[in-house]
């Protein structure tokens, strides 16, 4: 499977997701990950290593609809576990290894496959939410602020110190040119945001100097962004992706739009 063939099967058994042969590129196609399947179906998976223990993702499963219906997809799926055995995986975890993923789980929304994975024996996962904000939102910085499309090494500075786990998603928004960054006056990074990391118009990873929280900085640079995805895609909202903290972004005009599941299947 290449990233264009693989884009070419989510065309029609997914068409909704709108995934690119660039998105899949990046989600599917990088370190630890494995694509099994033909242009009828196909799953990708990636391992992880954290010291001795290993950890595998079924980042995406994606059946012709022509072939529905026949058990494909449970075999990929189990093509995929055998594979994470093989690596010393106890465990198969469901969409969300990040940095690189499609969704935070499965959308509920979509009851076949919910349904799939639970037949599966996806079982304990957490909730993920999306929610959709206007791209025609605004907020000005507060005054003695600036936000701006980073071109320097500031918002890779504060990550690193402040949020390590965000690094990569950061770095990735840096090269495509969405990632900003709030600054004072006299140049200290204060406060970051990304879209379209890994999907058009998603929002994420965005954070704001533990000290400075609450000032206004994180909706002035989620409002950089609203600005931005409306020139760069055309889009009338931008998605929020995997929502921590409902009670900000709701103060932004977003409203929740999807909710997902994670899930662990035992090998």
């Known amino acids: 499977m290449t990233p264009e063939a693989l884009a070419a099967l989510c065309a029609v058994s997914m068409p909704e997701e709108r995934l690119t042969a660039d998105e899949l590129e990046w989600i599917c196609f990088g370190d630890g990950d494995e694509v099994v399947g033909d242009e009828h179906g196909a799953a990708v998976m990636t391992v992880k290593r954290f010291g001795e223990h290993v950890a595998a993702w079924l980042v995406l499963v994606a059946v012709e609809p022509g072939h529905q219906g026949r058990g494909h997809g449970k075999e990929l799926v189990a093509e995929v576990a055998d594979r994470a055995r093989a690596h010393g995986c106890a465990d198969l975890h469901l969409a969300a290894a990040v940095p690189r993923y499609v969704w935070p789980g499965v959308d509920l929304m979509h009851t076949q496959a919910a349904a799939f994975c639970e037949g599966l024996g996806f079982a304990d996962g957490l909730l993920g939410i ?103 895609h055309g889009l009338a909202a931008g998605e929020i992706s995997w929502v921590s903290n409902l009670g900000f972004y709701g103060k932004c005009e977003a409203t929740v739009s999807r909710v997902f599941r994670g899930g662990r299947l035992r090998l």
């Open 130 to 232: 999306n929610m959709a904000i206007p791209t025609s939102f605004r907020r000005p910085p507060p005054p003695g602020y600036v936000v701006e499309r980073e071109t320097t090494d500031g918002v890779l500075e504060l990550a690193r110190r402040a949020f390590p786990h965000w690094v990569d998603e950061a770095r990735r928004g840096i090269d495509l040119g969405t990632t900003f960054a709030a600054r004072t006056a006299d140049g200290e990074t204060v406060g970051f945001a990304s879209h379209s990391v890994c999907r058009a118009g998603w929002i994420g990873p965005m954070a704001t100097d533990p000290r400075l929280q609450h000032s206004g900085i994180g909706s002035a640079t989620l409002a950089a962004l609203c600005e931005d995805i409306a020139a760069r």
